[in-house]
């Protein structure tokens, strides 16, 4: 633990670890930011409308 290997070219002591990605960088996934919040507003703009639409049919069931 903690100790370095030679390297496996020159067999030197001297080394140092250098790391690099295994594969591509991540894209995240969904919206983000400012096109998250107006997502989300539209959401529940289009909700709100989907449940004024239930009530009004209920009222107009209930009347006939």
Known sequence: MGASA???KCS???VERRFSP???P???VGL???AAKESNARRKEREARRQEGFRE???RRGQS
């Open 6 to 8: 030679a390297c496996p």
């Open 12 to 14: 030197s002591e001297d």
């Open 22 to 24: 295994i594969s591509e």
């Open 26 to 28: 991540r894209v995240p």
């Open 32 to 34: 983000h930011g400012k």
């Open 57 to 59: 049919d209920r009222k």
